[in-house]
Each structure stands twice: as C-alpha cells, then as structure tokens.
C-alpha cells in the first residue's frame, strides 16, 4: 500500500495558478522508484489523465494542459506537486494523484496503469 493524500485546491478565477500537493505515506515501497500521476473528473464525466512523472524523470501530458501545468517530484519529502497555472474553467474537477512501480522508462496517463490512488482535490475555476 502507498497512501496518498492530495492537497492545495480551492477555487481560483480564470488565469489563476494554484499548486497541488500529493504526500505519500511511507511504505515498503521506495518512493524515488515510483511513476507518479495527476488525474482529473468533472462532474458527469470521465476521469482523464492530466500529466505524469517517471521514475526516470521522464514526463508525459494531455495536449490541453502542456505548457500550463508543471509537475515535480521531491523525493525526500516523498511528496509530488502539480503547479497549474493560466487556469481554465474546463480544468475544474476533482483532482487524484496516483503511483505505481515503475518500469525505470517512462509512464503513462491511462489509469489502468495506476495502483494506488488518493482522494482528490477539488479545483474550481471560475470564468
């Protein structure tokens, strides 16, 4: 188990920037080898993958966020960050971090490949 919780939403009007949080609890796993994701769902719909970090360092995003969204890893707090920043009201949602083992290459945002999972953060972006 790697228990995560997320924090840092809140609401914030159109071109704002808010940075989230996600602590993860120490475990048997070693933190530094984890890939490590932001997820997102608004109401009605799908959770989508919003961005990821690889153990290797290496990072992938969804299209409308790269450029705007930033993450980053601080391995000794075990603790991952999600800065965002020119919001839109389309980035509303409850927001979850996730991790899995990785493979030492890289990662993706399809969360069938996520194991552990925290307990979202609401974002509200007002227009």
């Known amino acids: 188990q790697v228990p995560l919780a997320e924090s840092g939403g809140g609401s914030v009007q159109a071109g704002g920037s808010l940075r989230l949080s996600c602590l993860a609890s120490?475990?048997?796993?070693?933190?530094?080898?984890?890939?490590m994701a932001w997820f997102r769902q608004a109401p009605g719909k799908e959770r989508e993958g919003v961005g990821c970090l690889a153990s290797s360092g290496r990072a992938n995003w969804q299209d409308s966020v790269k450029g705007r969204f930033t993450i980053s890893k601080d391995n000794a707090q075990r603790t991952l960050y999600l800065q965002m920043n020119s919001l839109e009201p389309e980035d509303t949602a409850m927001y979850y971090c996730?991790?899995?083992?990785?493979?030492?290459?890289?990662?993706?945002?399809?969360?069938?490949?996520?194991?552990?999972w925290g307990r979202g953060t609401q974002v509200t972006v007002s227009s």
């Open positions: 996730a991790a899995r083992v990785g493979d030492g290459w890289n990662c993706g945002i399809d969360s069938r490949q996520y194991n552990y």
């Open positions: 120490a475990s048997g796993l070693t933190y530094s080898t984890l890939d």
